[in-house]
């Protein structure tokens, strides 16, 4: 395996500044909620949730359906704006002003790499080659780079063999590794993974985990939404709850179960 080569996992932070002064100073949080609120509709989703995510983190959201995780993910990637509250992304507040220059904007996510619950949300090329090349395509590498960073990615989730084959005629296993290598391809610092192992048999799941191990002990960060409590001790992932009544709480994982999300 290729963990450690090339770009793709390569511990860059993109050109990213992180550190504030000597060693020793405090570390700005890469992702960081600040009394966040979101509604759909007028119904309050997000009410009022601060967290922080630090550089090099395996963080798992866990709480019941309807809590509000995907929601985090979506404000995390910029596809929702908060109603009231900040969204901080490595220092800077993530709003319609920020998105608005197409620079920045692209920047941005770039550096978050989001990988929907349902594949087929995020898949539309032809071929699975196609699929993991667009997404670096369009940060202007040179062919080579372009060439290796696909080559990698597909060899990493098992999916060379798929590189001609269709993303429509694929099983759901395979169409989730082929999401996976088509982010991981731009070399994010963060994934952001809406149940990444829902759907998934034994050896697609293995795959999945051994990744995650890796990414980040090479520096990444991985913040992921999950019901597997098995999953987040496998991982090692500091567990962030969020109950029913969109509170977030920070315990260990054997106390998740109860339909508040958290044991009284």
Same mark, same amino acid.
């Given at each position: 395996?290729?963990?450690?080569?090339?770009?793709?996992?390569?511990?860059? #932070? $993109?050109?990213?500044?992180? @550190?504030?002064?000597?060693? /020793?100073?405090?570390? #700005?949080?890469?992702?960081?909620?600040?009394?966040?609120?979101?509604?759909?509709? /007028?119904?309050?989703?997000?009410?009022?949730?601060?967290?922080? @995510?630090?550089?090099? %983190?395996?963080?798992?959201?866990? /709480?019941?359906?309807?809590?509000?995780?995907?929601?985090?993910?979506?404000?995390?990637?910029?596809? %929702?704006?908060?109603?009231? /509250?900040?969204?901080?992304?490595? &220092?800077?507040?993530?709003? *319609?002003?920020?998105?608005?220059?197409?620079?920045?904007?692209?920047?941005?996510?770039?550096?978050?790499?989001?990988?929907?619950?349902?594949? =087929?949300?995020?898949?539309?090329? !032809?071929?699975?080659?196609?699929?993991?090349?667009?997404?670096?395509?369009?940060?202007?590498?040179?062919?080579?780079?372009?060439?290796?960073? +696909?080559?990698?990615?597909?060899?990493?989730?098992?999916? *060379?063999?798929?590189?001609?084959?269709?993303?429509?005629?694929?099983? &759901?296993?395979?169409?989730?590794?082929?999401?996976? !290598?088509?982010? +991981?391809?731009?070399?994010?610092?963060?994934?952001?993974?809406? %149940?990444?192992? $829902?759907?998934?048999?034994? =050896?697609?799941?293995?795959? +999945?985990?051994?990744?995650?191990?890796?990414?980040?002990?090479?520096?990444?960060? @991985?913040?992921?939404?999950?019901?597997?409590? =098995?999953?987040?001790?496998?991982?090692?992932?500091? *567990?962030?709850?969020?109950?029913?009544?969109?509170? @977030?709480?920070?315990?260990? +994982?054997?106390?998740?179960? #109860? %339909?508040?999300?958290?044991?009284?």
């Amino acid at each position: 395996m290729w963990i450690g080569k090339g770009d793709v996992l390569a511990n860059d #932070t $993109n050109g990213a500044m992180g @550190v504030s002064g000597a060693a /020793g100073a405090e570390t #700005t949080p890469l992702i960081e909620f600040r009394d966040v609120v979101f509604s759909y509709a /007028g119904h309050t989703v997000i009410d009022g949730i601060s967290l922080q @995510v630090n550089r090099g %983190e395996l963080v798992a959201l866990l /709480g019941p359906n309807g809590c509000g995780k995907t929601t985090i993910m979506r404000l995390i990637n910029g596809l %929702e704006l908060v109603d009231a /509250g900040a969204y901080l992304f490595d &220092g800077h507040a993530v709003d *319609a002003a920020y998105l608005k220059d197409s620079a920045t904007a692209q920047r941005f996510h770039q550096r978050v790499g989001f990988v929907f619950q349902n594949a =087929d949300a995020q898949l539309f090329c !032809a071929t699975v080659g196609e699929e993991v090349a667009f997404g670096p395509a369009q940060m202007g590498l040179p062919a080579d780079e372009l060439e290796r960073r +696909v080559r990698d990615a597909m060899e990493l989730f098992q999916v *060379a063999d798929l590189v001609d084959a269709s993303p429509y005629q694929l099983s &759901g296993g395979q169409k989730k590794r082929v999401a996976l !290598a088509a982010v +991981v391809s731009m070399n994010p610092d963060i994934l952001v993974l809406d %149940e990444p192992t $829902n759907g998934l048999d034994e =050896d697609s799941c293995d795959i +999945v985990v051994n990744f995650l191990l890796a990414y980040v002990a090479a520096g990444k960060t @991985v913040l992921m939404s999950t019901h597997h409590q =098995d999953l987040v001790r496998r991982l090692g992932a500091r *567990a962030i709850f969020i109950d029913r009544y969109h509170h @977030v709480v920070e315990a260990p +994982v054997s106390s998740y179960g #109860t %339909e508040s999300g958290v044991v009284e």
